[in-house]
Each structure stands twice: as C-alpha cells, then as structure tokens.
C-alpha cells in the first residue's frame, strides 16, 4: 500500500502534469480536443479514484471527525490519509474547472492571454481563478455563460 506521502506526491506531480498541458493547449489548437479530454475529464476521474482510497484507509485506520464543525474537520484531518484525500479533493476540482475554463475560454475566442491568468490563478487559489473567469467571461459576454433558448 502507498503511504499518504507517496500518494500526496504521485496526484501532486500528475495534477501539475495536467496544469502544464492545459497552458500548452491555449497556445497549440492541435493539442487541444486531447488535453480537454485527458486533463477535464481522465485525470480528474483518476485524481477522484485515489481521493477515494485514501478517504477508505483513513477512516478504516481510525480516523476521527466530521465536517460538522471546525473541530471535526480539524479531528479528521489530523489523519495523513484522511488528510491526503482532503488535497486530492483540491487538486481533481481545481483540475476539472481549470478545464472547463480553458474549454469555454477558447471555444468562445478568448484570447489565450486572457485564459492564461485564470487558470494560473485557479492552480494556485483555485476559486479567485473561477471568480476571474466568470468576470470575463460576463464582461465579455463570451465565455459560454450566455443563456441559450
């Protein structure tokens, strides 16, 4: 079995994989209808795979706590394994909306410069990216937000 260490570093590298290929898509069209599949949706399903194990083994290792109240999620994450899957959590969510902007941004027509910050911001402070996105995207009127009848 893979300890929570290994675990954080293996989904750590392969979401920042997919990160990586996301910005290249902007710029290489070719590359884009593969990226949007393996990094919106097969790394994602991966990342949730593993977010799963690790939620398993800390709660049949014994741990603790709930998502009640501060204190619980403090008591529950106190398991590495528990608190593993807490990251990966992060990094599979973080991983599909990054997609998804990179998907709606350039299927809109955004300029990639303009797609580039909100995904830089949402691998490292994942919702002030998607507040970013959303902004454009509704000052644009173009980012695939618009009502269809």
Do not use: K, Q
Not at 63 to 90: C, N, P, Q
Not at 114 to 134: Q, R
């Amino acid at each position: 079995m893979i300890s929570a260490a290994g675990l954080f570093s293996f989904c750590n590298s392969i979401a920042f994989l997919g990160w990586i290929a996301l910005a290249v898509a902007l710029f290489v069209p070719r590359l884009r209808r593969a990226t949007w599949i393996g990094v919106g949706l097969v790394l994602p399903a991966l990342l949730a795979v593993a977010y799963i194990g690790a939620l398993v083994v800390g709660l049949a290792g014994g741990a603790t706590g709930g998502f009640d109240s501060i204190e619980a999620v403090r008591s529950l994450f106190a398991d590495d394994h528990a608190l593993t899957a807490g990251w990966i959590h992060y990094l599979a969510f973080d991983l599909f909306v990054g997609a998804w902007i990179a998907r709606a941004g350039t299927g809109a027509g955004l300029s990639p410069l303009l797609i580039l910050p909100c995904l830089v911001l949402t691998f490292l402070v994942g919702p002030a990216g998607l507040l970013l996105a959303l902004v454009i995207g509704f000052s644009t009127g173009r980012l695939g937000l618009e009502a269809r009848a």
